[in-house]
T-cell receptor, first 114, second 113 residues
């Protein structure tokens, strides 16, 4: 079974803090994604990566950065957390393939910024 | 820009009835349309998908239909059961090099016993 894990299930931070969210997958997947989930807005793509050290902006990259130094690990960084970044953050991974397309999600990190 | 709309946002059905969720997409080059189910407190999981060269796909009680001309696709659940209660997300893959998928806002389905 594909396993995608995230470093924390719940996180509480203060405004202005630098926040690191980590995601690790164990299936040698090329593609990794960070989404933000808010009620009524679905899953919105923040950043994705298709290879080590490669990244692309998604739909809402402002206020976020990412790092992918190793294939299995994809980190989301909030440089200076703000209250409007309070949300559920989901990581996902998938193999790079035109014929096999399932994304495997992590359990999510619920971040609260006070 | 790239967009996926989904309706209704909430749906309540009696156990045994059918449920239909509809989505529209903006990018006519989209070629892959997955549906994910997210139970309360759990991660989204793929339940069915369809490619742009297929009009309909069925897997037991769930089916998906695709109308490329109208740029819409639908999820049909027959003989609903309480365990079908969840949030369902449709999505469309953009035809880019990097496998970008755009998700709809989700439909919260409640199946009343």
């Amino acid at each position: 079974d594909v396993k995608v894990t995230q470093s924390s299930r719940y996180l509480v931070k203060r405004t202005g803090e630098k926040v690191f969210l980590e995601c690790v997958q164990d299936m040698d997947h090329e593609n990794m994604f960070w989404y933000r989930q808010d009620p009524g807005l679905g899953l919105r793509l923040i950043y994705f990566s298709y290879d080590v050290k490669m990244k692309e902006k998604g739909d809402i990259p402002e206020g976020y950065s990412v790092s992918r130094e190793k294939k299995e690990r994809f980190s989301l960084i909030l440089e200076s957390a703000s209250t409007n970044q309070t949300s559920m953050y989901l990581c996902a991974s998938k193999v790079y393939s035109l014929s096999y397309n399932e994304q495997f999600f992590g359990p999510g990190t619920r971040l609260t910024v006070l | 820009g790239e967009n996926v709309e989904q309706h209704p946002s909430t749906l309540s059905v009696q156990e045994g009835d059918s449920a239909v969720i509809k989505c529209t997409y903006s990018d006519s080059a989209s070629n892959y349309f997955p549906w994910y189910k997210q139970e309360l407190g759990k991660r989204p999981q793929l339940i069915i998908d369809i490619r742009s060269n297929v009009g309909e796909k069925k897997d037991q009680r769930i089916a998906v239909t695709l109308n490329k001309t109208a740029k819409h696709f639908s999820l049909h659940i027959t003989e609903t059961q309480p365990e079908d209660s969840a949030v369902y997300f449709c999505a469309a893959r953009m035809k880019t090099s990097y496998d970008k998928v755009i998700f709809g806002p989700g439909t919260s389905l409640s199946v009343i016993p």
